[in-house]
């Protein structure tokens, strides 16, 4: 069994907005920045290695948090939400001939129109988990946790998620030996500097 945890880029304005970033490369906002200056990694993983999506914001939290270069691999990059991306949320749901709706009634194959369903993301993100071979840190985006949560978890994008994905948190992941995740833990907050 191979431990990884999982943390989520600080802040945005377009999450602050409520705007679906997907793979637009928003950098963190003034506050990200300062909220994320005041964590760092627990002292139990601070030699893992690291990995980054290649957006500016994972890359930027990976490298705050780590104190070192991180590499990045695209694999960890966003789900696509193709024509919705830069959309703010609340709006997509008002509108009634928008497919958009609650991730809780998604399913594996709901697909943004031009983007990209959980399922095809799970594929990209098993390869990715594949190739680990032993405790990593993954710095990436809250639809990729949901993705390998929902993995370890079984859950189905239906009904309410299983788990609670947190800011400034590690989420711990258990893989089994072909790198498929099998089990995860609550959430840890990072501690303070």
Same mark, same amino acid.
């Given at each position: ?98 497919? $958009?709706?609650?991730? !809780? ?10 983007? !990209? ?39 189905? $994008? ?36």
């Amino acid at each position: 069994m191979i431990r990884i945890g999982l943390i989520r880029h600080f802040p945005t304005a377009w999450n602050a907005e409520g705007r679906l970033q997907g793979r637009s490369d928003i950098p963190l906002s003034p506050e990200g920045r300062a909220a994320l200056a005041g964590h760092a990694l627990p002292e139990a993983w601070t030699d893992v290695p690291v990995l980054a999506s290649p957006l500016s914001r994972a890359v930027e939290t990976a490298e705050t948090l780590a104190g070192r270069p991180v590499p990045a691999d695209a694999r960890l990059i966003e789900m696509d939400f193709g024509d919705w991306e830069g959309r703010i949320g609340a709006e997509l749901l008002a509108d009634p001939a928008c497919a $958009y709706r609650p991730v !809780e009634e998604w399913g594996w194959d709901f697909r943004p129109p031009g983007g !990209e369903s959980p399922r095809q993301m799970a594929g990209r993100l098993l390869a990715l988990l594949a190739t680990l071979g032993g405790p990593h840190l993954l710095i990436t985006h809250r639809g990729v946790m949901r993705c390998i949560l929902a993995l370890a978890s079984g859950w189905d $994008y239906a009904g309410p998620e299983p788990f609670r994905i947190r800011r400034a948190s590690l989420h711990e992941v258990t893989l089994d030996a072909a790198g498929r995740p099998v089990a995860f833990a609550p959430p840890e907050r990072l501690p303070k500097r």
